[in-house]
């Protein structure tokens, strides 16, 4: 289970988030909408630290965070909630003198401290899972961008983490290559994993999401199933977001 608390998040003068409350249950998929400059990437990315609160709370399983102005958190607090999370990037972040095989085994090694053997037999299960088992051997270069995400994925799949978080993971992706990366994402659903997904997918977010977040101005406009959300959007605002991203797939 994530809570989040009446988090804040400031860039000097500019409040990018504005007392953001919010709980996702366990083996739930949670999908986060909105006009860039929304927030919406700010609150992934303080999910597991990557940007520091100044205010509020955060709470994945059994760590629980509280951020002030002014505490300073230690390296092993940042590590115990960043250790409950993969994280999967707009852009792939592999290591470009490393196999796909090697990506997915490095943080195993390195930080889960698992013996070459033990990791490969792990990695290969996952390259499997996300279609490219007989790329295990292939460096990044040539990879096409889907099948880098994939190697993304199951890099972030391979340290065991309660949530996966994605942000907006097919935007740099073409767009014949986009619904290979969606398919994975998909099955992870399917099987009761607890992810958030910043995306404009919206077909995807319809298909996949048991709730819907709709983000504008560092807070948080609409909440529900993405029925409620996308078909029967409450307030002005979220009805012409909405309608601007339905021109766009129809132009």
Do not use: W
Not at 224 to 244: C, D, H, I, Y
Request: glycine share 8%; hydrophobic share 40%.
């Amino acid at each position: 289970m994530i809570q989040i608390r009446d988090l804040h998040k400031k860039f000097g003068p500019l409040e990018v988030l504005k007392g953001i409350n919010l709980q996702i249950d366990q083996g739930k998929v949670l999908v986060i909408i909105g006009p860039s400059g929304s927030g919406k990437t700010t609150l992934l990315r303080c999910l597991n630290l990557l940007e520091l609160p100044n205010r509020g709370s955060i709470q994945i399983g059994d760590v629980q965070l509280e951020f002030s102005e002014g505490r300073k958190l230690k390296h092993s607090e940042v590590l115990a909630l960043r250790k409950k999370t993969g994280m999967v990037f707009q852009s792939y972040y592999l290591f470009p003198h490393m196999t796909a095989l090697q990506n997915v085994m490095e943080a195993q090694i390195q930080v889960q401290r698992k013996s070459k053997e033990e990791a490969r037999t792990r990695t290969m299960e996952l390259l499997n899972k996300v279609g490219l088992g007989e790329r295990a051997d292939f460096y990044p270069h040539q990879l096409s961008g889907g099948q880098q995400q994939r190697v993304g994925i199951a890099r972030a799949m391979a340290v065991n983490p309660e949530v996966l978080l994605f942000d907006e993971p097919t935007s740099a992706l073409d767009p014949e290559l986009v619904g290979e990366v969606l398919k994975v994402m998909k099955g992870l659903a399917q099987e009761g994993r607890t992810m958030v997904i910043v995306t404009h997918e919206m077909k995807f977010a319809a298909e996949v999401a048991d709730r819907v977040l709709l983000m504008d101005e560092g807070t948080i406009i609409e909440s529900g199933t993405a029925r409620e959300v996308l078909e029967n959007p409450a307030s002005e605002r979220a009805r012409a977001f909405l309608n601007r991203i339905a021109q766009k797939e129809t132009d």
